[in-house]
């Protein structure tokens, strides 16, 4: 049975949603104000420190829009702070926000006239998609690839095929743009917006589970055994070793995949609960319990 009691946790994502809505309802009631205290300008142009941050929530949209946005960027960062814990999405959003801006911000030194504003995500930018709702999408995408979602609430298909084709078309996009531009711009450009990914690249082994082959498998593999030589003691050795490497490396897989299965939402968790106490996960979900108090 579903057990409803007090939300705990997911400051990382309230936070992020709060930020959003009042980032929008601002720029909404004010553009010029908005633009010129919270977008990152070439040359430090009214420059403020948050802007480095800031620059994300700049972006052209409708009321509607913005809200089914803010809706799957909650249902993204809940389900990953949920799984990852306050602190590991806090970094990963750290890392894919902060690395594009200071970037950009370098390069617009030595590049006089640089239009940081279109460059980064926002209003007609250059290398549009939004690189946060991206990473966000992938992330969840890859870590939850049974999940089904229904496209314009018709078309069902499946969360990580959708992350991937709004990967290629992405790419596609950035490639047209940097193919009508000339050298340095369009290397200047690949950086920056590669930039706005280092979450991605940082927690890929957790997004994508890399698959973790035992380092003695890969021994065994190079060793050469000749059909004509071995004896039957040596054979018996050799299936020994093999079915030794299978079984440790089941083991190494299964405690990876353990690792990296997202956790049920914390409103779901009681410590005290039987339920709970006899879930493989429930280890991790004390400690999650602990970090999120």
Known sequence: MHRYKKQQ??????????????????????????VKYFALKGGFVDFYP????????????????FFFKALIVFMFSSSLEAGWSSTKLGIFLVLTVLPKSIIAAIFSIFTPGLPLEAILNGVDGLLNPNSLFLSLMIAYGFLHREEVIYLFFIIPIKIWTLAVISIIFAAIGMLGTLAT?????????????????????????????????SRKYHV??????????????????????????TEETREEEKRNSEDNNPLCDPIDFDENDQYCKDC????RCLERKKTTK
Do not use: C
């Not at 290397?187 to 589970?209: D, K, N």
């Not at 004896?231 to 079915?243: A, D």
């Open 181 to 213: 531009m000339g050298l340095p711009l369009n290397v200047i450009l690949t950086i920056i917006q590669l930039s706005g990914y280092l979450g991605i690249l940082v927690f890929s082994g957790q997004i994508f589970r890399l698959a973790n082959v």
């Open 220 to 245: 065994f593999r190079k060793k050469h055994v000749s059909p004509d030589t071995i004896t039957l003691e040596e054979t018996r050795k050799v299936l020994e070793e093999m079915i030794k490497i």
């Open 9 to 34: 946790g997911l400051p990382v994502t309230f936070t992020l949603i709060f930020l959003m809505i009042l980032t929008f309802i601002l720029q909404k009631a004010n553009p010029a104000m908005f």
């Open 280 to 283: 493989e996960k429930f280890k």
């Open 50 to 65: 948050w802007q480095f941050v800031t620059y994300i929530f700049l972006e052209n949209v409708s009321g509607f829009t």
